[in-house]
């Protein structure tokens, strides 16, 4: 059982002084990031391969229980029918080798125009992956919140391949206007898609889209920790992926959480003490 909680990004220019050193190059950014989280969602692989000096650095600048989800590229989950872009998946995994001994997780993100007629070939992409790592899809066509056949199917199919449906909650960010650009920004890129509860792998994921005015996330960050907890006691490996609309605060909103799962992350510069009473 382990909780791999983490943000969108190990680099932000609001953190050096709060969560990273102030005087760390950008490409030192890491190290201190990994000494506080234990994964990160990794988001430039969806616009290109990562070069193998880039790879080996973040090896060796991470723990040996640091995890990386990568998420396959969009000539995979975004080009044309996933049964043709197979060999592009198989050699995106083959690239990041350098870091498979710390891949946590490969994330396949389909868009929302990805339907109930791409279920077949997402069939034969996930039969035809090695089966050595584990695999999140996350799905945004409405069909599959639907609660029909289509979302049924496609729950067999992951469960049946031993792949985690990826939740995404981004409550949050549309429960007030947007007040802010970042916030206005968000609520015009990220889905605006129901939050259906539901482990199909042995290691669910949970992308927690919050907003930047930190109060305002606990209603809904808060009934996800029984739910966590629950999973944790049956065995199963959870990742947590703290966002907020500018990712500003993501740092102290993954820590007041990591509190509240009786799992506090250690110190860091800019983390301010978390409410007292406010859970239990």
């Not at 083959?94 to 279920?119: D, I, S, V």
């Not at 993954?254 to 509190?259: F, R, V």
Request: aromatic share 10%.
């Amino acid at each position: 059982m382990s909780l791999y909680l983490g943000l969108s990004q190990w680099s932000h220019p609001a953190w050096p002084g709060q969560l990273l050193g102030k005087d760390l190059k950008t490409t030192e950014h890491l190290l201190d990031y990994a000494r506080v989280f234990k994964a990160v969602e990794g988001n430039t692989s969806f616009y290109g391969v990562p070069d193998t000096n880039s790879l080996q650095r973040w090896a060796g600048q991470t723990p040996d229980d640091f995890r990386f989800t990568f998420k396959f590229p969009a000539t995979v989950s975004h080009q044309g029918r996933l049964a043709d872009n197979i060999t592009i998946a198989q050699d995106f995994i083959e690239q990041l080798r350098p870091l498979q001994h710390k891949l946590g997780m490969l994330m396949l993100q389909l868009p929302a125009a990805c339907g109930p007629e791409q279920l077949d070939g997402l069939e034969q992409l996930l039969a035809a992956l090695p089966d050595r790592f584990q695999y999140g899809v996350e799905v945004r066509h409405p069909a599959f919140f639907a609660k029909g056949e289509a979302e049924r199917r496609l729950n067999r199919l992951l469960l049946e391949r031993g792949a985690n449906r990826i939740i995404m909650d981004s409550r949050p960010v549309f429960s007030c206007p947007p007040t802010t650009p970042a916030l206005a920004d968000a609520q015009q890129k990220k889905p605006k898609v129901p939050v259906h509860i539901i482990s199909t792998g042995p290691a669910p994921v949970v992308r927690f889209i919050g907003h930047p005015e930190q109060p305002l996330n606990r209603p809904f960050w808060q009934p996800w920790v029984p739910r966590i907890l629950a999973w944790l006691d049956e065995g199963k490996s959870v990742y947590l992926f703290v966002h907020t609309a500018d990712n500003r605060l993501a740092p102290q909103l993954a820590a007041e959480i990591a509190a509240a799962l009786h799992q506090p992350l250690p110190d860091f510069p800019g983390l301010a003490p978390g409410p007292q009473g406010s859970l239990f």
